[in-house]
């Protein structure tokens, strides 16, 4: 049977209503879409604000957003190495376990700016495989912060004379006497217009020949810049979407977005509410979207506002319908719970992670991670899963084994006077699940698992003995969330 998009509502401003209030769940919805998920403390601060108005922030705070922190080596170049293969291969790989910590960091702890940056590695994609340089990688990173919420023209326009790009794509050996098609076909069947929307073979002959030239960089000092090469661009007449001249590359970005507006718009729309709101598409919401964002001359900031604002965001029928990437959603968990993080942890993420499929820097192949669905299977289940436990031990051992921070999460959730574990276990499931169990008998089996009658007093829970405070506490919620993980619900956010 296929799956459909049950959603209502339009792209109007949403007013909380009593059918679809302003609480924990929506909130909780909101901040799983455009951060990596929020703490307790945080979403209940949000309540005593408007929704509109929490979205406008939170973007205005992306925009505003510095850049992560240029390292020393941002440009160097194979002679600013150490001299030895060996040297110069430890130096790259620290470099880019270095740089690979803060962007983890940075996604977790910056908001809507680093979420989109992230969103773009997967769509402009590159291989830090096939490039090598860590100057390059950091380049190719800084344009996806720089224009995470900017003009998505100028995106396009830059990102392909990135070195990251020229090399992925293979538009370094691009020149007048071999023109190279990769770089033009991936241009349009995958940056902005889609699979067979919009453009022909021809055009991908043609485009190629117009983007040639940009071949030169010190081959003998490699990790600098490209540059034109005025001697290997094809000078000859072209003709791309019907038009006809001797376009350049920069020729080629204005053609593309005058003559094939609104599939791009269309395209790039579809993409963003895949994977902010729905896998499954709503064509009216989307084809709104692209008409503000052609409106806006290809502005982001106009459509992420409408979007999160929207009534139709904040339906019901939206809340967790995307399964996230691993790393999404070890972050989100972290972030909910305000465990403490370190540079191990996250970079123990990031590898574990890339083990199952989702390697920073290095998607799956030029069209990326497919996302959503894919990313569960009987492995990545169990690793998505079984690590539950392993994080909250790795963060108590951090407090020599004390979990406290356990009891301190579930006093902000429930409240400090709070003593029936029933209605505790309901309330756990509620915050980390806004859609909330299907069955009766999936709250059983959890109430079971908290109250922990093997080792506890079923009395204490009548007579006033158990309380927040009593001692087992944090192995109980340890206990919980451990048996949460186990679910298909944990995996949807």
């Not at 224009?147 to 392909?160: D, M, P, S």
């Not at 009216?284 to 290809?298: F, K, P, S």
Request: glycine content about 6%; aromatic content about 14%.
């Amino acid at each position: 049977m296929p799956f459909v998009n049950c959603a209502i509502g339009t792209l109007s401003p949403f007013t909380p209503t009593t059918d679809i209030p302003w609480n924990r769940s929506s909130a909780t919805h909101l901040m799983r879409r455009m951060q990596m998920g929020a703490s307790v403390n945080t979403i209940d601060f949000l309540l005593n604000q408007n929704p509109v108005e929490v979205v406008n922030t939170l973007v205005e705070n992306a925009i505003n957003l510095p850049f992560a922190q240029e390292p020393e080596w941002a440009f160097w170049q194979r002679s600013d190495y150490p001299i030895g293969n060996d040297a110069f291969v430890e130096a790259i790989v620290q470099q880019r376990i270095d740089w690979t910590v803060e962007w983890v960091r940075s996604i977790k702890n910056n908001g809507l700016r680093d979420r989109m940056s992230f969103f773009w590695h997967n769509h402009f994609v590159t291989d830090i495989n096939t490039y090598g340089y860590s100057s390059w990688m950091y380049q190719y990173h800084f344009l996806l912060q720089k224009h995470a919420l900017g003009n998505f023209k100028e995106f396009v326009r830059e990102i392909g004379l990135t070195p990251a790009m020229l090399i992925y794509l293979d538009g370094y050996v691009n020149t007048r006497f071999e023109p190279n098609e990769n770089y033009a076909r991936e241009l349009y069947e995958l940056f902005t217009l889609g699979v067979d929307n919009g453009y022909t073979q021809q055009d991908i002959t043609e485009t190629a020949r117009a983007i040639t030239g940009w071949n030169t960089t010190d081959y003998n000092d490699l990790g600098g810049p490209f540059s034109f090469n005025a001697a290997l661009f094809d000078p000859g007449q072209k003709t791309i979407f019907g038009r006809t001249g001797n376009w350049g590359y920069n020729d080629v970005i204005d053609i593309l977005f005058e003559e094939r507006a609104e599939e791009i718009s269309t395209h790039i729309c579809g993409k963003l509410y895949r994977h902010f709101v729905n896998p499954k598409e709503d064509e009216q919401i989307i084809a709104d979207l692209a008409v503000i964002l052609r409106e806006n001359n290809w502005e982001l900031v106009p459509i992420m506002k409408a979007l999160f604002c929207s009534q139709h965001f904040f339906h019901p029928a939206n809340y967790s319908t995307i399964i996230p990437g691993h790393v999404e959603h070890f972050l989100m968990f972290l972030n909910e719970l305000e465990l403490t993080k370190t540079d191990e942890l996250l970079y123990s993420i990031a590898v574990a992670s890339g083990e199952y499929g989702q390697a920073i820097f290095s998607p799956v192949n030029v069209a990326g991670w497919p996302g959503n669905r894919s990313w569960i299977n009987s492995g990545s289940f169990s690793f998505r899963s079984g690590n539950t436990d392993n994080v909250l031990l790795y963060v108590a051992s951090l407090n020599d084994g004390n979990g406290g921070f356990l009891r301190s999460w579930l006093t902000a959730v429930v409240g400090e006077q709070e003593t029936d574990p029933d209605s505790i276990t309901d309330q756990v499931i509620e915050f980390l699940f806004p859609k909330k169990f299907q069955f009766e008998n999936e709250y059983q089996e959890a109430r079971k698992v908290f109250r922990m009658e093997d080792v506890i007093d079923p009395s204490y829970y009548l007579n006033g003995t158990w309380t927040l405070n009593y001692e087992t506490v944090p192995q109980q919620i340890f206990n919980l969330l451990v048996h949460l993980s186990l679910s298909p619900e944990f995996q949807l956010k």
